[in-house]
Structures are given as C-alpha cells and as structure tokens.
C-alpha cells in the first residue's frame, strides 16, 4: 500500500515539472532571439564634441567591441505576456539619413553633408567676407608723408665713404693717400663718383678722378658707363671707362674697369676687397689692386703690360658705425717697364708701407 502511494506523489510531481516547463518554453525561446543593446546610443554619440559624423561618408559607429552586451532580464513566465521586453533598434547612425520627418542639420553636432551658403573657392575656403583686410594689408591708408620712410624703389638716397684717409711710411719715404666713393639715385640708376691717389714731399705724386652713370643689371650687379681724369705730375690724361661692380659668391667686393683714351691709348683695373669680422667691430680689411696699360707713358713713368700691383691688410675698430681708426701694412710692386722707371729714378720697385688713418662714411 506505501509502495502504491509513493509510485502516486512521485508521477505526480513528474507531471507538474513538465507542465511548469511546457509554460517556460515559450518565453525562452523568445528571450533568445533578442539581441544585445548596444553600449553606445546615437544620443551619446551626437553629444562627443568636435565630432561631426555628417562630413564622414560611409562611417558607422558600432558599439564598442571592448564592451559586452548585456544579458536579458529574466521575468517570471506569468508575466511575459503581459510586459514584453522592447526590441532595440538594429539601425546604424548612417542609417538615420533615411528616416522620414528626420531634420538632421537642425540637430546640434550632428552635420550630414549640407551644402555652404556660398562657393567654395580652389583654395581660399570660399569667398572673403565683406570686412576682410585688403591683399596689399594697406586698408585704403596711403603711403606715410614722413621723409625717408618711404619703400618706394624710385626713392633717391645718397652716400659718402671715404675708405682710406692715412698717413703711411715706406722706403720711399712719408706721405698720405686717400680712397673714397660716393653715389647718389635711386636702385636702378645712380650717380657715382670715385677717387684715390697720394701726396709725398708736399706734392701730388698720383691720382685719379672718376664718374659713372651707374644702372643696376642683376642683384647685387651693376654696370658703369663714365669717364676717368688722371691726376698728379705728368700730363693730365683723360680716358673713356666702362666697368662693372658688385658682391661676388663668399662676399668679396669687386670692380674691373676698361679705359680708352686718346692716341690709341688703353687702360684696366681690377680691384678687390674683403672684410673679415673678428668681433661686430673689429674687422680686417684685405685689398688687391692691380693697373695694366696698353702702351708705354714715359712721361707719366708707365710701362706697357701690367704696371703695379698693390696689397694691403687693415684692422680697423668701429667706435662707431659711420667712424673707424685702423692701422696695417701696404705692399707695391712695380713690375716690367714702370720698374725700369722706378730704379732710374732711383725709387724702389718693392715698397713696404706702415698705415695709419680712419675710415668715414655719411
């Protein structure tokens, strides 16, 4: 009789778990075809500053694959029918474009290709606005009235450099020579004036004046087109020149000059300088100038070919910039038949000279 009642409760119990299982089944099955939601809505997204997910074509933002999804919530099966859990939405971001009644470029931050107002330009971003600044920077402000100030190339300036005024010693004996230049004009055009010589004994011994019209060829280029004067004992010699100057590559200064004067008479002269800048202004000043002639001029002691050579080195210290005492050494040489003239006239053809003097320019 026991035997009977448990083989009873236990088939009993056996019917109530296959009917509680039977009624769990179908909620089951539709808790499983739920997917995941994803950790990052679209309102977060469009809430990321400086992020416009309109001006990426083609981009969607995915959830985060770091991020699991979240497991559904288990209600009891009486009440599945009653509140079903709500499906997400498996729309992409891309995906909003398509949706009716959706203003997207009224939503902050959220820009998807709307078009600008005005045409772009190839590469200006568009035309300026009304208040821009003008393309010369000038806002309609005329040139300034002050004088000098000028940036005109058409502005004429001047200036005066006495580059030699000294006093020197040698075999020969004393004596001073001087060096100068001076111009006047504007970039392209320019007066320009030269001389250099010296006096020994109380006496002019040598000397030259010359004027160019100086015109501007390339930076740092210029042609001279003028006429030269000779100075000092002898017969006053007046010759036609042409030359040019300017700064040659690792700043050397340069002038070559041609002279044609009268009775098939030719001259040349090269002259040139550097300044080495052991401090801003203690600088050492190397000179190389050489004189050739087409004839003979007995009567100004000149040989034909080349007559002279010169070299000098001088160290002068700027006090100022416009005022500088130097001192150095000066070498000439006379060679061919102006050092024929020399020794009959009992001068030395090698002459080692100590200088002394200052350097001033306006």
Request: with cysteine; net charge neutral; hydrophobic share 35%.
């Amino acid at each position: 009789m026991r035997t009977r009642l448990r083989f009873a409760c236990l088939s009993l119990t056996r019917a109530l778990l296959l009917a509680a299982w039977l009624l769990a089944l179908p909620w089951l099955a539709r808790a499983q075809g739920m997917p995941a939601s994803s950790s990052t809505s679209s309102t977060e997204m469009s809430a990321m500053p400086q992020m416009d997910h309109g001006d990426m074509p083609g981009m969607a933002m995915p959830a985060a694959a770091g991020r699991a999804a979240k497991p559904a919530t288990k209600v009891p099966a009486g009440k599945a029918v009653e509140n079903p859990v709500p499906v997400p939405s498996t729309q992409t971001p891309h995906d909003m474009d398509g949706m009716d009644g959706m203003d997207h470029g009224s939503m902050p931050g959220m820009d998807h290709g709307a078009k600008p107002a005005t045409p772009m330009g190839p590469m200006q971003g568009g035309n300026p606005p009304p208040n821009a600044r003008s393309p010369d920077y000038s806002d309609g402000v005329g040139h300034s009235s002050m004088q000098g100030m000028e940036m005109a190339d058409k502005l004429s300036l001047g200036m005066l450099l006495i580059d030699r005024l000294e006093a020197f010693h040698g075999r020969d004996g004393d004596g001073q020579s001087w060096e100068a230049e001076g111009w006047y004009g504007d970039d392209s055009n320019k007066l320009w004036l030269r001389s250099e010589g010296e006096r020994s004994r109380g006496k002019l011994d040598d000397g030259d004046l010359e004027a160019f019209w100086n015109h501007a060829v390339a930076a740092y280029w210029s042609t001279q087109l003028g006429a030269r004067q000779d100075l000092g004992e002898g017969p006053k010699r007046s010759w036609a020149a042409f030359g040019v100057q300017g700064l040659a590559p690792y700043r050397f200064e340069l002038e070559a000059t041609a002279y044609a004067g009268a009775s098939g008479r030719t001259a040349g002269r090269l002259r040139v300088d550097y300044e080495l800048l052991f401090t801003q202004r203690l600088i050492l000043q190397p000179e190389l100038e050489a004189n050739v002639y087409g004839k003979d001029d007995p009567q100004r002691r000149i040989g034909r070919g080349l007559s002279d050579i010169q070299f000098g080195l001088r160290l002068r210290y700027e006090v100022q910039r416009q005022f500088a005492p130097y001192i150095g050494v000066n070498w000439v040489r006379r060679t061919g038949t102006t050092a024929d003239y020399a020794r009959q006239d009992h001068q030395p053809v090698l002459d080692r000279q100590i200088v002394a003097g200052v350097r001033i320019w306006f």
